[in-house]
């Protein structure tokens, strides 16, 4: 089908607490969830290939652990990520929309292992793909994750999907004169120091010169509206 897109394969990064979408348990709102798909299945419609890397901060943090052995927290964030993964193939499935979990960490029983060759077949077949798990290493954030998983499919772009709306030049929760970029480049965000992203995920995003979107998930909607083009948001190049 041709498409009136500006990109053809994208990587989707959905937080955690996006997901959660005002939930008082703060785990998952699953009706919320399902506006997500039905905004990615209308991109899927029209032809864009869309691959998920979702976070695990409603349910689990690794410095939530305290004193816990931190590779231990981070296993414990990987399979978190799964269980959103999991709830987010329910909605795409009850939606008709044919949707793969891979896995980085092993789990044959409920996901596929992540392949890379195999996650690229079934993006060029249509399905939808979420990667879970992470990288399958400790130490690694799930922005990282997006980027090294956006490399490895040749993504167009990686589309961070966050509880806030664009790059500020200060948090706009408590600095009321932050005023939002339009436009703003990895060296920026790793020169200030800028926590939008962390280092390593915008080290390696300037390193393989992806493209990346940065917009608020408060209207599922404006998925369908970064994909096709419209400036909203802030783009990192």
Known sequence: METTTRYKRVLIKLSGEALA????????????????CLAIKECNELGVEVA????????WRGRQGGDMDRTRADHMGMIA????????????VQLGVDCRVMTAIAMHEVAEPYIRNK???????????IFGCDTGCPFFSTDTTAMLRAAEINADVVMMAKNIDGVYTADPRIDPTAV?????????????????????AAS????NKIPLHI????????IIR????????????
């Open 119 to 129: 996650a690229v077949h079934h993006l060029e077949k249509g399905k939808i793909v």
């Open 81 to 92: 990520t799964v269980i959103n993964a999991l709830a987010i193939q329910d909605a795409f």
């Open 21 to 36: 979408a005002g939930q008082k348990d703060g785990i998952l709102n699953y009706n919320f969830v399902r506006e997500i």
């Open 204 to 207: 390696f995003g300037k390193e």
């Open 180 to 200: 939002k970029l339009d436009e703003i480049s990895y060296m920026d965000i790793l020169s200030h120091d800028m926590k939008v992203i962390d280092a390593t």
């Open 226 to 237: 970064a994909i096709k083009g419209e400036k909203i948001g802030t783009i990192v190049k």
């Open 52 to 59: 998920l890397v979702v976070g695990a901060g409603n349910i």
């Open 215 to 222: 917009f608020g998930l408060d209207d599922p909607q404006n």
